[in-house]
């Protein structure tokens, strides 16, 4: 147990919840309080000040950042963190509601006033007068070897079942210039594989004359970093250039993430999507042919009002017809500020989980069977950490993002953040089995 006594004036700890992009937020919050001379400690060692950046997106978001924070009041109480400051997603929601029942909380800040961060913590810390120092852009919270680039925030698409643009606002693109400074940064910090995150990639650059890929080009041309991995491209952004660059570019991971959502036209509609089932079959069935050895990462989601069961089968036939390499199944969350959260026929609770159980194993049956086509095949692995599995190390190839899908274990000798040609051995389910070929 920690005593008050114990705390170091100017030190800050710091929980990450939610997103890619929250945590980007949290790394250069956290880059700010370095430069006012705060230092950051470990997760769970103690410190004057405990920040927790929170996720609303969804109900099991909320559940998950509100236990976290009591979990947080308690250690206050037994002295192992003196203040407790909490902001993000959540705090824009719900920020009286959760003033008046977790008045333990010292800080509360919503994610439009992030930048005024660094200054409040800084007005609660006993040690008022900090040297400045000269900070990176970024504290680095991930392994060395990869990381993310915030590319742009908010969002105007307006469907029907989201509610970022409630707690993020209106799309706007971080400046080109800026991105590229900060991937250098990266590059310089031994960072290898870099992932490109945002609402929608696709949308980078539309409202201060770039696009997208102007912004990879830039990255090709001016760094080094052997993987760049290219998350959410909302289906109606996908242009026939992007699929030329991937498919052209060796360092741009052959891996689209595409979060198509539904199949069913009367549902698309209903959600209010731009991009419909002919479009959606038509765009995969060009990403298969521009790209053979694509990893196709899907999103669907489940019991959107008036979801039928037809419109349920619909979607499976889809899935299994397209054989996606992962998917993220999700149930519709009738959060008060998505506009779908008052529309008539609600589907119940039981129906929705239902669905996404059924729909879940059917996709993984396709991709284990899928999986198992790999054994005898060689990939370019990059090594993340020791395996928690029983075997020597563990990574991933280009078809498998960080902490987001299966990975390789390895048999044999490896350091962490390096690059090897692995030969695969076995299946085993969602993950393989690899050594050096």
Known sequence: MFSKREHKPGTI???????????????????????????????????????????????????????????????KERGEIEKLVVAGCMVELNLEELKKEIPEVDLWIKFSDLEQLPKKIQSLSSVKNKAGLRSAPRFLTTPKHLSYLK????????????????????????????????????????????????????????????????????????????WLRLFYLNPEGVTDELLELIASEKRICKYIDLPFQHISER??????????????????????????????????????????????????????????????????????????????????ESVKMCRK????????????????????KTFEVLVDSKSDLGYSYQGRSQFQAYELDGLIQLKGRFKTGNFYMVRIVDCLGMDLVGEIA
């Open 151 to 226: 590319i742009s925030e908010g969002c105007d698409r307006g469907c029907r079942f989201c509610i970022i643009p409630s707690i993020r606002g209106r799309f706007h693109s971080e400046p080109l210039d800026k991105l590229i400074e900060e991937a250098k940064f990266l590059e310089k910090s031994g960072v290898k594989e870099l992932n490109l995150v945002a609402q929608d990639l696709c949308d980078y650059g539309k409202d201060i004359g770039s696009s997208l890929v102007e912004l990879i080009e830039r990255l090709l041309d001016e760094t080094e970093i052997p």
């Open 13 to 75: 700890e710091y929980l990450s919840l939610g997103c890619d992009k929250n945590l980007v937020d949290t790394e250069r919050i956290l880059a700010n309080l370095k430069n006012l001379g705060f230092k950051v400690v470990s997760p769970g060692k103690g410190a004057e000040i405990l920040l927790i950046t929170t996720c609303g997106f969804i109900q099991p978001a909320k559940q998950e950042s509100i236990e976290q924070i009591l979990l947080a009041c308690e250690r």
């Open 267 to 348: 549902v698309l509609k209903a959600m209010g999507r731009r991009a419909r089932e002919r479009q959606i079959r038509a765009l995969i069935s060009k990403i298969k042919k521009q790209i053979p050895e694509v990893c196709l990462r899907g999103t669907a989601l489940v019991g959107f009002p008036g979801e039928r069961e037809d419109d349920f089968r619909e979607l499976k036939n889809f899935v299994e017809e397209v054989e996606f390499d992962w998917l993220g199944v999700f149930c519709f969350s009738a959060e008060t500020e998505a506009e779908a959260s008052c529309f008539p026929d609600q589907v119940p």
């Open 357 to 376: 159980e059924e729909l879940e194993n059917l996709w993984q049956e396709l991709a284990e069977e899928k999986n198992s086509g790999k054994i005898g």
